[in-house]
């Protein structure tokens, strides 16, 4: 791995998702303005020996998830199927993610890069609404289902490949 001389950006990991009615991976672009991804460590604290000061914490698990803001953008089909789940108040979708390292390419000017697979549950809050005369906008929860995949993903053919 080549690590870059300079700051990472946002746009620097692109977000590849595949869900209901799609099958190839597209790009989560166009509508998606926020997406802050959170691990949610479940921990065990409180232990603190008597010999000892301070107190012990132990992490024994993640809860990961992704808040995510978007405006209702009908001609990106990720966008759209966000705002029709939210509108229609369907339970229980899933999609699939692939987080794309675009400054981790595994091999030079190959289009494959260092990535990760995740499952995310869709848990909308506001389903696409707003104030007077602004823009419709969508927030929830993408909260993850199992365990984070890592990988390689050809942005040319959009295929994951998962490691070892």
């Known amino acids: 791995m080549t690590v870059p001389v300079r700051e990472l950006k946002t746009e620097d990991n692109l977000h590849y998702v595949k869900f209901e009615g799609q099958d190839a991976y597209v790009l989560a672009n166009k509508g998606i303005t926020d997406w802050t991804a959170a691990m949610n460590p479940n921990t065990d604290d409180g232990v603190q020996y008597i010999g000892e000061s301070n107190q012990e914490s132990q992490i024994l698990g993640y809860a990961p998830s992704v808040d995510y803001s978007a405006t209702a953008y009908p001609s990106d089909p990720f966008a759209q199927w966000l705002y029709t789940l939210g509108k229609t108040e369907q339970i229980g979708q899933t999609f699939d993610e692939v987080e794309v390292e675009t400054w981790n390419e595994v091999e030079s000017a190959s289009g494959t890069y260092h990535a990760y697979h995740r499952t995310y549950e869709v848990q909308p809050d506001n389903p696409g ?36």
């Not at 929830?140 to 053919?157: D, H, R, Y």
Request: hydrophobic share 25%; aromatic share 8%; no cysteine.
């Open 129 to 164: 609404s707003g104030e007077g005369g602004g823009k419709l906008t969508m927030e929830g929860t993408f909260a993850q289902k199992g365990k984070v995949e890592e990988g390689t993903f050809n942005i040319s053919t959009k295929t994951f490949t998962k490691a070892g």
